[in-house]
Structure formats: structure tokens, C-alpha cells
T-cell receptor, first 112, second 117 residues
Framework: AQSVSQHNHHVILSEAASLELGCNYSYGGTVNLFWYVQYPGQHLQLLLKYFSGDPLVKGIKGFEAEFIKSKFSFNLRKPSVQWSDTAEYFCAVKGHTDKLIFGTGTRLQVFP | DAGVIQSPRHEVTEMGQEVTLRCKPISGHNSLFWYRQTMMRGLELLIYFNNNVPIDDSGMPEDRFSAKMPNASFSTLKIQPSEPRDSAVYFC???????????????FGNGTRLTVT
């Protein structure tokens, strides 16, 4: 069965700091990987996705994620965060079915 | 494109009452998902449908929960009787996903915030 773990539950940063949010998944076959973001009071939106090809995926708002198959990881990164990046971030994995399994989320707070 | 539409946005009810949450997926999407979001457990998949057929309901917590999708444009999640521990935000999402289109992302509704007192 698929599962996703996000190591950091709550991250606090100052503006311009670099960000890396960890995500590890458990699944033996080919996976599709996603990062979703939920801004305060809003619904979840897709940030970026990996299906195949280049393991370094670029998303919206300067975010990127790297798929490292040997480590079963898909960490999210941004070189310089902004106050507007304050949100909750969810990593998700989909295997051979349509079932998308989410991690428990990481709450990011960015202070000016 | 109106997106996924959920109603109501907020629901406050007393323990023991029946609660019905509604969802209208994006037109043309053939997969629909119900998720529950809580502080403790994050986002949990409750059930998902493909072409109106329930595919996996293993996430439904207990028999008090039921979900239906009578047609391609409407789904309900019902809790009867409701309990305080059911308090959460319930999200509906849809996608064009199928076994042939594994790479389709989910589009989420705004959620229904349920409070059971």
C-alpha cells in the first residue's frame, strides 16, 4: 500500500531564507508525485508534479522538487521564501490506481 | 470553469443529527474523491469514485459514514448519526484520472467545515 511521510510538521522561517521540506513515500512500483499547497482559508492547489523524465521538477512561484528514486524521496525546495508563502504544504503519491495518498502536511510560517 | 463546488461551506450540528455534504465535480471529470482534513491526521482519503462507481471506500471510518454518486455531476457524503469527533473539514476533489490517465492532478473544492457539538 502507498504511504507518505512528511518529516517536518511546522517550519518557521524569515523572509529570504531557503526552504526544504522533506517527503518520503512507500510504494514498490512506478509513482506519480505531487506537492499541493493550501493557503490560509483556501482550498488545496497543485504546486508541482512529477510523472517521468527529468527528476528535477519546477513548479509555480519559484518552487521546485527533486525525485530521488533510490531514497524514495520528493523534497520540496525554494531558494528564497516570501511572507506570501505562508501556507500548509502537502506531499502526495499516486501508484497504479487513481488513489492519491497525502502526507500529514507541513505548516510553513514565514516572518517578514 | 466553475471548479469543484461544495455545499454547505460551514455546517454546525448537534451530536446525533444527520449531516449531508454535497459536491459537484468539474464537468468532464470522471473521478471524484472525498477527503477529511484534521489537525491530528492531516488529509485522509475517505472514498473515491470512478465513473460514478465507488472504487475504494477503505478510508471510511465506520458505518455511520456513507457516500453516493448517483450521476456524474453530483455526490453526497452522509454522516448518520454525527459525533463530535467527526468535526473536520471535508474536501471533495475531482480529476480526469483513470487507469489510462494516471498523471491527472486533483482539483479541490473549498471544503465544508463541519462542527458537531
Amino acid at each position: 500500500a502507498q504511504s507518505v511521510s512528511q518529516h517536518n510538521h511546522h517550519v518557521i522561517l524569515s523572509e529570504a531564507a531557503s526552504l526544504e521540506l522533506g517527503c518520503n513515500y512507500s510504494y514498490g512500483g512506478t509513482v506519480n508525485l505531487f506537492w499541493y499547497v493550501q493557503y490560509p482559508g483556501q482550498h488545496l492547489q497543485l504546486l508541482l508534479k512529477y510523472f517521468s523524465g527529468d527528476p528535477l521538477v519546477k513548479g509555480i512561484k519559484g518552487f521546485e522538487a527533486e525525485f530521488i528514486k533510490s531514497k524514495f524521496s520528493f523534497n520540496l525546495r525554494k531558494p528564497s521564501v516570501q511572507w506570501s508563502d505562508t501556507a500548509e504544504y502537502f506531499c502526495a503519491v499516486k501508484g497504479h490506481t487513481d488513489k492519491l495518498i497525502f502526507g500529514t502536511g507541513t505548516r510553513l510560517q514565514v516572518f517578514p | 470553469d466553475a471548479g469543484v463546488i461544495q455545499s454547505p461551506r460551514h455546517e454546525v450540528t448537534e451530536m446525533g443529527q444527520e449531516v449531508t455534504l454535497r459536491c459537484k465535480p468539474i464537468s468532464g471529470h470522471n473521478s471524484l474523491f472525498w477527503y477529511r482534513q484534521t489537525m491530528m491526521r492531516g488529509l485522509e482519503l475517505l472514498i473515491y469514485f470512478n465513473n460514478n462507481v465507488p472504487i475504494d471506500d477503505s478510508g471510511m471510518p465506520e458505518d455511520r459514514f456513507s457516500a453516493k454518486m448517483p450521476n456524474a455531476s453530483f455526490s453526497t457524503l452522509k454522516i448518520q448519526p454525527s459525533e463530535p469527533r467527526d468535526s473536520a473539514v471535508y474536501f471533495c476533489a475531482s480529476s480526469t484520472g483513470s487507469h489510462l490517465l494516471l498523471n491527472s492532478p486533483l482539483h479541490f473544492g473549498n471544503g465544508t467545515r463541519l462542527t458537531v457539538t
